[in-house]
């Protein structure tokens, strides 16, 4: 029997572009808003502005630094901690 190999991953890596995204921000297509705008119209429903449904718990990304060089190793994903909590 030759070796274990684990099964392919389900999604996609994306900590390559993740990293592309946020150490390289000329790169954004910031001057390219045409292909990101929609409209939808819509019936203006004044009664809606007295409603809202609650939020989920927020998530924010921290990175992970060598205390050495400052250089950025890795990013985590963490909680943000609400006013409820303190």
Known sequence: MGSVT???P???D???DLRDYLLSPER???HQYERNQEFWPRIPDPKELL???GSPLCTTLKVQRDPNTGKIIDFREV???SWSDR
Do not use: D, G, K, R
């Open 6 to 8: 684990e099964p392919p």
């Open 10 to 12: 389900i999604l996609p």
């Open 14 to 16: 994306i900590e390559t």
């Open 28 to 30: 954004l297509p910031i």
């Open 51 to 53: 409603s809202f449904e």
């Open 79 to 81: 909680a943000v901690q």
